[in-house]
C-alpha cells in the first residue's frame, strides 16, 4: 500500500498537518491510535491564548472540533485505533489496523506522536492515587469522572495550574500546588485564577512521600533547596490524588527507529528529532512537527503540522514554489510571533539554534 | 509565599506591576464611570481582547506579546474584554455609583451561578475575604462561551481589592498541612521500573557495582524498561539517576535504543499481514 503523504499520530499538529496537505491536493493518510483524533486537544476546556486570528479566545475542545469537521470536508483518509508499531527503510510504517499490520510506504512521513508526561520517583509514587496531571485531567475532562476529592498539584507550570483549575471547577478540593522553583513557572494569568479561588503556591517546596497503604492517603512535602530536601521541613496533609506536572519530552521513538538524528535540548524537553526550516528531518522526506519535534504548546503545534505539510506538498509538486514559499513564509512569521516575550524566548532560541545548525 | 512581592511568587499581581503595564486608569478617569482594569502584566503571546473591543480601546499591536494598552478616554466599562480574555484577568470597576458603592465585574468559570440579588463574600486576588456583597449582575450570553461575568456591588473603599467572590458550592475542607512526623524510608525501596517491579537499589547497583552509563546497559542489567511500556515511564528516572550516580549531564545519558513493535501487539495481528511479500513481513 502506498501514500503521498502519511501523517502519524492524530493530535494538533496531525490534523493541521493533514488538513493543508489534502487541501493542496496530496493523497493523505492520517493514523491515530485512539479512537478519536484531536490529541489533547479535547482535554483543554480553557480558551486558548495565540492571536485572534488563529483561534485563540477559542476552547480547545472546539479547535478539537472545527479541525475534525474540516478533516471531514475534506474526506481526509483517518485510520483511528490504529497505532503505527514501526517505521522500517524506505519510509515504510506498519500499522496496525483492523487486527492486521499492513506495512503503508510513504513518500512523505510526518510523525507527530505528540510528547509524555516526566515521571517523578519519591516514595509512594506507585500508589493508585498518584498520577500525572495529564492524566487527570483525562479523567475529569473526557471521562467525566473526579480523580479524588482532595488533590495536590506538583509541579506550577501551564499544565499544573490549568489542571488544577479544572479539577476545582469539577468541584474537588485543590489543597496546593508545590513547586520547587523560588517562582510560579505558569502564565501568571492562569495563576491568578488559582489565588483567586484561595488555593495556595508552596514554592521551594517538593514532594517527599506519598502515604497510604492500598492507594494515597497523605501527601508530605518538603523545603528543596540546590536540588536537595531540607530535612525537618516536612508537612503532612490528606489527599487521595496527588498529580505531578513536571514538564514533559518529546515522544520520539518511531523518529528514532527512522533513524532520524537527534540532539539534547533542554528547553524543549531533551532529546529530540532535529528538523530543519521546513521540519524535515535528517532522513529527507521525514518531517516532524508539535511536541515530537520539541515541548511547546498545541498552537504552535498546529502551525508546524502547516508548514511540515506545505513543504511536503511543495516537494510532491502538488505546491507550486510560489506560493509555498510565501505560505510556509507566513507560518514561519505567525511561529515567531507566538515564541516572543520572556515564557517563549528561550524556546525560540533553541529553534532558531537548531534550524541554524542543519540537520 | 516568600518575602518577594509580585506575580510571578504571589500568584497574582501587584498594584505596582498592574501599574507598570499600564492596566490601571488614571485617578480622574474613575469617577466619570465604568472602565476596564486589565491585569494582565507578563509579555505572553496573547491578543482576544483588542479584537473584542467594539470601541477599539484596547491595543496591543506587534508583537502579540505586548501588555494590552487600554484607551480609557474611549473605554465605556461595557464589559465585551471580560469575557474574551482567555486569562481571566480583565475587570471592569465602576465607581461611580454613588451611595458610597462600587460596581466590580469579574469572569466566574464555577456552577452553580449565583442569582441577582444574592449575598456573596467578595474576595481580593489571594482569594481572602474582603467584605459581603450584593451581586448585581449575572451575565452569560452564548458569546460569552461559557465564561459568565458577575458584578458585585461592594462599598467604594474595596473597589481596587475585591476580584471575585466565594464560590457557592465549596469542597469539603479538610485539615491543612501540618508538620510531619518523622518516618525513616528508603530511596533503595522505592520502585523505579513499575511493569518489571525494579527497585532504585536495584538499578543503582547496576549503575555502581556493574558500572552502566546508559539507560540501555541498565535495561540490559536490570530489566527496567523491558515491560510492557518499553521504559516509557521509568525511562527519565533511570537517566536521572544515572546522572545523579556519574555527575553526567543528562545530555550525556543516552536513552534505550527503541525498537518495533512499540505497542504491544499480538502475533496473530503480527501474522495477519497477508498482502504484504514474505520479505517485508521478515522486517517485522
Given at each position: 500500500m502506498k501514500r503521498e503523504v502519511v501523517i502519524i499520530g492524530g493530535g494538533p499538529a496531525g490534523l493541521a498537518a493533514a488538513i493543508e496537505a489534502e487541501s493542496r491536493g496530496c493523497d493523505v493518510l492520517l493514523v491515530d491510535e485512539n479512537r478519536?483524533?484531536?490529541?489533547?486537544?479535547?482535554?483543554?476546556?480553557?480558551?486558548?491564548?495565540?492571536?485572534?486570528?488563529?483561534?485563540?479566545?477559542?476552547?480547545?475542545?472546539?479547535?478539537?472540533?472545527?479541525?475534525?469537521?474540516?478533516?471531514?470536508?475534506?474526506?481526509?483518509?483517518?485510520?483511528?485505533?490504529?497505532?503505527?508499531?514501526?517505521?522500517?527503510?524506505?519510509?515504510?510504517?506498519?500499522?496496525?489496523?483492523?487486527?492486521?499490520?499492513?506495512?503503508?510506504?510513504?513518500?512523505?512521513?510526518?510523525?507527530?506522536?505528540?510528547?509524555?508526561?516526566?515521571?517523578?520517583?519519591?516514595?509512594?509514587?506507585?500508589?493508585?492515587?498518584?498520577?500525572?496531571?495529564?492524566a487527570a485531567q483525562t479523567m475529569v475532562n473526557v471521562g467525566r469522572v473526579l480523580p479524588g476529592k482532595r488533590i495536590l498539584m506538583v509541579g506550577s507550570g501551564n499544565v499544573g495550574v490549568i489542571v488544577a483549575y479544572q479539577l476545582m471547577q469539577a468541584g474537588a478540593d485543590v489543597v496546593g500546588i508545590v513547586e520547587g522553583m523560588?517562582?510560579?513557572?505558569?502564565?501568571?494569568?492562569?495563576?491568578?485564577?488559582?489565588?483567586?479561588?484561595?488555593?495556595?503556591?508552596?514554592?521551594?517546596?517538593?514532594?517527599?512521600?506519598?502515604?497510604?497503604?492500598?492507594?494515597?492517603?497523605?501527601?508530605?512535602?518538603?523545603?528543596?533547596?540546590?536540588?536537595?530536601?531540607?530535612?525537618?521541613?516536612?508537612?503532612e496533609t490528606d489527599v487521595d490524588v496527588i498529580c505531578v506536572a513536571v514538564g514533559l519530552r518529546p515522544l520520539s521513538e518511531l523518529a528514532q527507529m527512522a533513524g532520524v538524528r537527534h540532539g539534547f535540548v533542554p528547553e524543549l524537553g531533551g532529546f529530540m528529532p532535529l528538523h530543519d526550516e521546513n521540519m524535515e528531518s535528517s532522513v529527507p522526506g521525514i518531517y516532524v512537527a508539535g511536541d515530537t519535534a520539541g515541548v511547546e504548546e498545541a498552537s504552535t503545534a498546529m502551525d508546524e503540522g502547516r508548514l511540515a505539510a506545505a513543504a511536503a506538498a511543495q516537494a510532491l509538486g502538488h505546491f507550486p514554489d510560489e506560493e509555498a514559499e510565501k505560505r510556509k513564509q507566513?507560518?514561519?512569521?505567525?511561529?515567531?510571533?507566538?515564541?516572543?516575550?520572556?515564557?517563549?524566548?528561550?524556546?525560540m532560541a533553541a529553534k532558531e539554534r537548531i534550524v541554524g545548525k542543519g540537520v | 509565599m516568600g518575602t518577594e512581592k509580585g506575580i510571578i511568587y504571589d500568584g497574582y499581581p501587584s498594584a505596582e506591576e498592574?501599574?507598570?503595564?499600564?492596566?490601571?486608569?488614571?485617578?480622574?478617569?474613575?469617577?466619570?464611570?465604568?472602565?476596564?482594569?486589565?491585569?494582565?502584566?507578563?509579555?505572553?503571546?496573547?491578543?482576544?481582547?483588542?479584537?473584542?473591543?467594539?470601541?477599539?480601546?484596547?491595543?496591543?499591536?506587534?508583537?502579540?506579546?505586548?501588555?494590552p494598552r487600554v484607551d480609557t478616554e474611549k473605554c465605556v466599562g461595557c464589559g465585551m474584554c471580560v469575557a474574551a480574555c482567555?486569562?481571566?484577568?480583565?475587570?471592569?470597576?465602576?465607581?461611580?455609583?454613588?451611595?458610597?458603592?462600587?460596581?466590580?465585574?469579574?469572569?466566574?468559570?464555577?456552577?452553580p451561578l449565583p442569582q441577582k440579588g444574592d449575598q456573596v463574600d467578595a474576595l481580593s486576588r489571594a482569594g481572602e475575604f474582603v467584605c459581603k456583597a450584593e451581586v448585581i449582575k449575572v451575565m452569560n450570553p452564548e458569546r460569552n462561551d461559557h465564561t459568565p461575568v458577575?458584578?458585585?456591588?461592594?462599598?467604594?473603599?474595596?473597589?481596587?481589592q475585591v476580584r471575585t467572590m466565594r464560590r457557592l458550592r465549596l469542597p469539603e475542607k479538610g485539615e491543612g498541612f501540618h508538620k510531619a512526623e518523622k518516618d525513616e524510608i528508603l530511596d533503595d525501596d522505592v520502585i523505579v521500573c513499575r511493569c518489571e517491579e525494579i527497585t532504585a537499589g536495584e538499578i543503582r547497583k547496576a549503575i555502581r557495582e556493574y558500572k552502566a552509563t546508559t539507560v540501555t546497559e541498565v535495561k540490559r542489567r536490570v530489566r527496567a524498561g523491558m515491560g510492557l511500556?518499553?521504559?516509557?515511564?521509568?525511562?527519565?528516572?533511570?537517566?536521572?539517576?544515572?546522572?545523579?550516580?556519574?555527575?553526567?549531564?543528562?545530555?550525556?545519558?543516552?536513552g534505550s535504543t527503541d525498537r518495533p513493535p512499540v505497542r504491544p501487539v499480538s502475533f496473530g495481528e503480527l501474522a495477519a499481514d497477508k498482502e504484504e511479500s514474505d520479505d517485508e513481513r521478515d522486517n517485522v
Open positions: 478519536r483524533a484531536g490529541g489533547q486537544l479535547f482535554k483543554q476546556l480553557h480558551k486558548f491564548f495565540g492571536s485572534k486570528a488563529h483561534s485563540a479566545g477559542v476552547r480547545g475542545i472546539d479547535i478539537g472540533r472545527q479541525l475534525l469537521q474540516k478533516t471531514e470536508e475534506l474526506n481526509v483518509e483517518v485510520w483511528l485505533n490504529s497505532p503505527c508499531i514501526g517505521i522500517f527503510s524506505d519510509k515504510r510504517a506498519a500499522i496496525l489496523h483492523n487486527g492486521v499490520t499492513e506495512v503503508v510506504e510513504a513518500e512523505k512521513l510526518l510523525i507527530c506522536t505528540g510528547g509524555a508526561e516526566n515521571p517523578l520517583r519519591f516514595p509512594g509514587w506507585t500508589l493508585p492515587g498518584v498520577m500525572g496531571a495529564g523560588p517562582k510560579i513557572g505558569a502564565y501568571g494569568v492562569h495563576a491568578a485564577k488559582i489565588r483567586r479561588a484561595g488555593i495556595p503556591f508552596y514554592l521551594g517546596y517538593t514532594i517527599k512521600e506519598a502515604k497510604g497503604t492500598d492507594k494515597v492517603e497523605k501527601a508530605v512535602i518538603a523545603q528543596f533547596q540546590g536540588g536537595k530536601i531540607v530535612e525537618g521541613t516536612e508537612l507566513e507560518i514561519r512569521d505567525r511561529l515567531e510571533s507566538l515564541r516572543q516575550g520572556p515564557f517563549g524566548e528561550r524556546r | 498592574i501599574r507598570q503595564a499600564n492596566g490601571w486608569p488614571e485617578e480622574e478617569r474613575w469617577e466619570k464611570g465604568p472602565v476596564a482594569v486589565v491585569e494582565c502584566v507578563q509579555q505572553i503571546p496573547c491578543n482576544p481582547c483588542e479584537g473584542a473591543c467594539p470601541f477599539h480601546a484596547i491595543q496591543i499591536g506587534n508583537p502579540i506579546t505586548n501588555t482567555p486569562g481571566l484577568a480583565i475587570f471592569v470597576v465602576d465607581k461611580s455609583l454613588g451611595n458610597g458603592l462600587a460596581a466590580v465585574s469579574f469572569p466566574f468559570e464555577y456552577v458577575i458584578t458585585l456591588a461592594v462599598p467604594k473603599e474595596y473597589a481596587d511500556c518499553q521504559g516509557r515511564t521509568c525511562g527519565k528516572i533511570v537517566a536521572r539517576m544515572i546522572a545523579e550516580e556519574t555527575g553526567k549531564p543528562m545530555s550525556e545519558i543516552l
